[in-house]
């Protein structure tokens, strides 16, 4: 006899073990909790504030804004370029390679604005803000070396007192994530159970098991 799944039959169990369900997510959420408490570094992001501001002079006047998001994204990329980040890493003795520190940094345009937001994540806070602060003074320095321009100011260096939560891992949704899968595994749980439970239960059990019509039925009553 093939063996199919009985929803009815599950859910019923389900409404019965109800409790199993709960207790099994309550055990993921712990797990999880656990897990990314003790076990998953922590990360931690610090960001400055960078004004790019074109020289005002007869030239420019009215700069054109098609060319300002092309000054802007030549900035983006000089910050993650091989000379600032060998500067970087030298100025601050870091270990980690170019890739590896460029990997950390992201840099970001403010609401379409002539501010630009770096940002570096590290397992340190400490360590997160020295680096981001130093990228952005190194950038202002480049800016005049190759721009020829002293149109970089940092409007807003990074603060440790503003980075010291942390932005990796994300502890409610790794427990939210814990909770499903302990009430995904119950219900596996019950579907496995559901598959290997041979007792014939209905008619269509039986006929299905006998191949041979069922005439009758006595009902079992207890005395």
């Known amino acids: 006899m093939d063996k199919t799944i009985d929803l009815s039959g ?3 169990i389900l409404k019965r073990f109800w ?11 712990g797990v999880s909790f656990m897990y990314t408490n003790h076990f998953v570094e922590k990360q ?4 400055s504030q960078v004004l790019v501001k074109p020289e005002k002079n007869e030239d420019n006047r009215n700069f054109d804004v098609q060319l300002n998001k092309q000054l802007l994204g030549t900035y983006q990329v000089i910050i993650t370029s091989g000379n600032v ?12 390679s170019n890739k590896e520190l460029a ?15 770096i940002g570096v994540r590290d397992n340190e806070p400490e360590k997160a803000v020295l680096i981001v602060n ?5 950038l202002q320095k480049e800016a005049e070396i190759l721009m020829d321009e002293k149109n970089v100011r940092v409007l807003s260096p990074a603060e440790l007192k503003n980075s010291q939560t942390p932005v990796s891992p994300n502890l409610k949704m790794s427990i939210a994530l814990g909770f499903v899968a302990g009430v995904g595994l119950a219900i596996t749980l019950f579907v496995v159970i559901e598959l290997t439970n041979t007792k014939l239960r209905t008619r269509e059990d039986v006929e299905a098991f006998v191949e041979i019509p069922i005439l009758g039925s006595v009902e079992g009553r207890k005395l």
Do not use: C, F, H, P
């Not at 409790?19 to 959420?29: C, E, F, K």
């Not at 940094?105 to 501010?115: G, K, L, M, P």
């Open 10 to 12: 599950i859910i019923a």
């Open 19 to 29: 409790w199993v369900v709960a207790i099994l997510g309550v055990i993921g959420m």
């Open 44 to 47: 931690y992001e610090a960001t």
């Open 85 to 96: 980040l060998n500067q970087v890493r030298d100025k601050l003795d870091l270990k980690e």
């Open 103 to 117: 990997s950390r940094i992201s840099v970001t345009n403010e609401a379409s604005s002539q501010v630009l937001v």
């Open 134 to 138: 130093t990228l952005s003074e190194i």
